[in-house]
Antibody, heavy 118, light 109 residues
């Protein structure tokens, strides 16, 4: 069974930094593009970033470009999101998601909560 | 960036009724790369439909998707109690950013 488990979410002050992790199991991790998606409290889903199977291509939403960095370690079956210069509007539940071969998201983690507050 | 607009924002229906949810794109979605997700309170989203009309594994056949270009529809033929949730459409076309609609809440009338 495919599984994704996020970790690393905490309360952090504005301007601070944080690294989220996502541990994958139940599928061949290095075959697939991976994504981060976030959901602010009571709001909808916002795509944040993607990384190709080999880490060679990365893309970001304009709202996080230049502040967030996505990476992966295929030896450890893990996905990461390095977040810096955090703002209150970055407060959200952050999900990692697996891209199916065609591109839709066929597996989601349960999310890790990031709260940016002084 | 392709903007997805879902309507209505909230749909109030009774169990057994038919639900029709709309997702309209600001420009054509290439390859009908349009998915629908269901999210229940306190849970992660789960995939229902991909490629505009293909059901994901294990999804009951009361869920169906249709449409192409800029207009897409998710239909639930007969609502079961477990179907009351929020539904999101998403496009994953030719290039990022992938975008989601703002969601439609299906609530019990």
């Amino acid at each position: 069974e495919m599984q994704l488990v996020e970790s690393g979410g905490v309360v952090v002050q504005p301007g601070g930094s944080l690294r989220l992790s996502c541990a994958a199991s139940g599928f061949t991790f290095d075959d697939y593009t991976m994504h981060w998606v976030r959901q602010a409290p009571g709001k909808g889903l916002e795509w944040v970033s993607l990384i190709s199977w080999d880490g060679g291509s990365t893309y970001y939403a304009d709202s996080v470009k230049g502040r967030f960095t996505i990476s992966r370690d295929n030896r450890k079956n893990s996905l990461y999101l390095q977040m810096k210069s955090l703002r209150t509007e970055d407060t959200a539940l952050y999900y990692c998601a697996k891209s199916a071969a065609v591109g839709h998201f066929d597996c989601w983690g349960q999310g890790t909560l990031v709260t940016v507050s002084s | 960036e392709i903007v997805l607009t879902q309507s209505p924002g909230t749909l109030s229906l009774s169990p057994g009724e038919r639900a029709t949810l709309s997702c309209r794109a600001s420009q054509s979605v290439s390859g009908s790369y349009l998915a629908w997700y269901q999210q229940k309170p306190g849970q992660a989203p789960s995939l229902l439909i991909y490629g505009a009309s293909s059901r994901a594994t294990g999804v009951p056949d009361r869920f169906s998707g249709s449409g192409s270009g800029t207009d897409f529809t998710l239909t639930i033929s007969r609502l079961e109690p477990e179907d009351f949730a929020v539904y999101y459409c998403q496009q994953y076309g030719s290039s990022p950013p992938w975008t989601f609609g703002q969601g439609t809440k299906v609530e019990i009338k």
